[in-house]
């Protein structure tokens, strides 16, 4: 029987798909997380700022975390991250590349963009902000 995980997430699935064949962004260019590599990384937000990840290291989380991002992420990302997942060839701007970009990028910063997504100035993004859906501790 379906839980309500389960159910938030075909819900949110769902909503995905029918956005992302509705819409096109409105500035043609890849994300800063995508295709141009000269764009800057803009400042993590002062309610972000200074966030460090409590997993680091811990094997467990890193496999709980494996278990999320397929769930919820893969399906734009890529399974392995490379911004190339089955729902990425309609969407403008491209998903971005977090595979060889992660590294590059704070704690925080990806705090910030996985809980408030891309919605907002410079991003102009389709992904979602995931606050309020998954917890702090799952982001």
């Known amino acids: 029987m379906p839980g309500r995980f389960d159910y938030i997430l075909f819900i949110l699935t769902a909503f995905l798909i029918l956005f ?10 890849n994300s800063l ?4 590599e000269r764009e800057s990384i803009p400042s993590v937000p002062d309610e972000y700022s200074g ?3 409590p997993f680091t290291g811990d094997a467990d989380a890193i ?6 991002y397929q769930a919820n992420c893969s399906s734009c990302h890529g399974s392995t991250g490379e911004g190339d997942g089955p729902a990425s060839g309609g969407i403008d701007p ?19 963009r996985i ?8 991003f ?9 859906i998954l917890s702090a501790e799952k982001i």
Do not use: H, V
């Not at 992302?20 to 962004?25: I, K, Q, S």
């Open 51 to 53: 966030y460090a990840n």
């Open 63 to 68: 496999a709980q975390g494996e278990i999320l």
């Open 124 to 132: 102009n993004s389709i992904m979602p902000g995931w606050k309020g």
């Open 94 to 112: 491209k998903p971005g590349n977090i595979a060889t970009r992660q590294a590059n990028l704070s704690d925080s910063y990806l705090f910030w």
């Open 20 to 29: 992302l064949t509705g819409c096109r962004g409105t500035s043609g260019q």
């Open 115 to 122: 809980s408030e997504g891309g919605l907002m100035e410079p």
């Open 33 to 36: 997380l995508g295709g141009d």
